[in-house]
């Protein structure tokens, strides 16, 4: 493994981390928190129906995920020696465009128009794959220091924020009109907006932060990936990320995908959807400047399990005695996702910490293999909350179509189902990081010195 020579790593690295994860969010959030919304409102399409398309998709991009995470290690694209980058470019154009597709209001009709509907998510799926995996993997090769990762976590978390809180927040507000009836028409221009930030961002990335790090492969050896699939067998704090990380993405996706209804059916003010995003601003700029400090002095899981402890408390209450005024709920739900805000900050850096897990432990080191394996877990939660929230609706009574008008009780269902996905989540999170996984601070510095002190004798695993 060789430190390339070139500018030391700064604050250039973190804006462009930061943008990386801005250019993936602005199609994956939007696609995420209204697709659904979209289809049954506007084209009319059936939310068991939808619930089998993402069951079928997200399932495929599953498999599909270590199978495209692999690429970056077994073959080289371009004639620089960067080992991520070269994919990024390759796969964020086809990004751009799916996510425009998923919100054209087509006039197709019957099986074309579940066709149609089932090509576009699917195209959108593999085309995120193709850039949210080298872009992650890249984290590794950007520094071996353990702060330096550190920051880049940060970063990353800061990005997808961003634009939730600065580009979603417009969305009810120009994609609803006064009575909440939805603007088909506007979610089309959002979305071409939105595909042309993602590829600016994707370029910015590309352009201002370095791949330091390149590994060389063994000579006469060939990439082996059942050598990395067994090395993630015995990856304990890497199985223990994943089952938290599925945690994560039923809040993150079915959260998303659920919050338009509950302000659009339950309280009747979609307006209310722009506080909830523009209220994420505070909660990320506290967690920006204490998580840091905190992590300083108590690690990075210890934090972890305490904001998830206090995220499950606060939620479960929600859940448990329905609120009936809006501004009330929006309020008491910020301040519950500080937990899940810190959980997002700190949760990448854990990834990185197992990469070196697995060269620790088993002297494997394959990145893009490995961290598509992590991935593995965010698609399966982001399968389980889709299905997940398009066959509740279902099984709720919610009617499709946007005239539609709900009963008493699929409205007082919406809101259970709604809040009943942070206390799930805060579950799973405090069981894969607080009994599976087992990087204490201790082990952690242990492991961070023994491989600084192979590195520097050139025994360090090889890709």
């Not at 690295?13 to 506007?42: K, P, R, W």
């Not at 009747?268 to 840091?292: E, H, K, N, R, Y």
């Given at each position: ?345 700190l949760i990448w850096a854990l990834v990185t910490d197992c990469l070196d897990y697995s060269e620790w432990k088993m002297n494997v080191r394959s990145d893009g293999s490995m961290y598509s394996l992590y991935t593995f877990s965010r698609k399966i939660g982001s399968t389980i ?79």
């Amino acid at each position: 493994m060789d430190q390339k020579k070139t500018r030391p790593f700064g604050i250039k690295d973190q804006i462009g981390y930061v943008c990386g994860d801005m250019a993936g969010s602005f199609v994956n959030l939007f696609v995420d928190a209204y697709f659904l919304t979209f289809c049954t409102y506007v084209l009319g399409i059936d939310p068991s129906w939808m619930a089998g398309l993402f069951l079928i998709a997200r399932l495929w991009d599953a498999i599909n995920d270590p199978i495209m995470g692999s690429f970056p290690d077994r073959w080289h694209l371009g004639k620089s020696a960067d080992k991520f980058k070269p994919w990024i470019k390759l796969f964020m154009i086809p990004l751009a465009l799916s996510g425009v597709l998923c919100f054209a209001n087509v006039s197709f009709t019957g099986i074309a128009l579940h066709a149609w509907v089932a090509f576009v998510y699917i195209l959108y799926g593999m085309s995120y794959t193709g850039t949210s995996m080298p872009f992650g993997a890249m984290a590794s090769v950007v520094s071996t220091d353990p702060i330096d990762r550190s920051k880049l976590s940060r970063a990353r978390s800061i990005g997808g924020t961003l634009v939730g809180i600065g580009a979603l927040s417009i969305v009810p507000v120009l994609c609803f009109d006064k009575n909440s009836n939805i603007i088909p028409e506007r979610f089309t221009m959002i979305a071409v907006v939105f595909g042309v930030l993602c590829i600016v961002c994707y370029l910015l990335l590309c352009n201002l932060t370095v791949e330091r790090v390149h590994q060389k492969d063994a000579p006469g050896e060939k990439f082996d990936y059942g050598k990395v699939l067994k090395a993630a067998l015995k990856n304990r704090p890497l199985i223990g990320v994943m089952v938290a990380t599925i945690g994560s993405m039923l809040y993150i996706t079915g959260s998303s995908q659920l919050r338009s209804y509950i302000y659009k059916e339950y309280y009747q003010d979609t307006g209310m959807m722009t506080l909830a995003s523009l209220g994420s601003l505070p909660v990320m700029l506290i967690c920006f400047a204490l998580v840091p400090k905190i992590v300083d002095k108590f690690g990075k899981r210890n934090v972890i399990l305490v904001m998830s402890a206090y995220n499950l408390a606060l939620s479960a209450i929600i859940l448990l005695f329905p609120i009936p005024d809006a501004f009330l709920y929006t309020i008491l739900n910020l301040l519950a996702t500080i937990g899940q805000t810190a959980f997002t900050m700190l949760i990448w850096a854990l990834v990185t910490d197992c990469l070196d897990y697995s060269e620790w432990k088993m002297n494997v080191r394959s990145d893009g293999s490995m961290y598509s394996l992590y991935t593995f877990s965010r698609k399966i939660g982001s399968t389980i909350a889709s299905t997940g929230a398009a066959s509740a609706l279902a099984a709720i009574g919610y009617i499709a179509g946007a005239g539609a008008v709900q009963s008493a009780a699929t409205v007082s269902n919406i809101y259970y189902l709604v809040n009943a996905v942070p206390v799930i989540t805060c579950i799973l999170e405090l069981i894969g990081i607080g009994l599976i996984f087992n990087l204490d601070n201790k082990t952690t510095h242990k492991m961070y010195d023994e491989l600084a002190q192979r590195r520097a004798s050139g025994t360090a695993a090889e890709a």
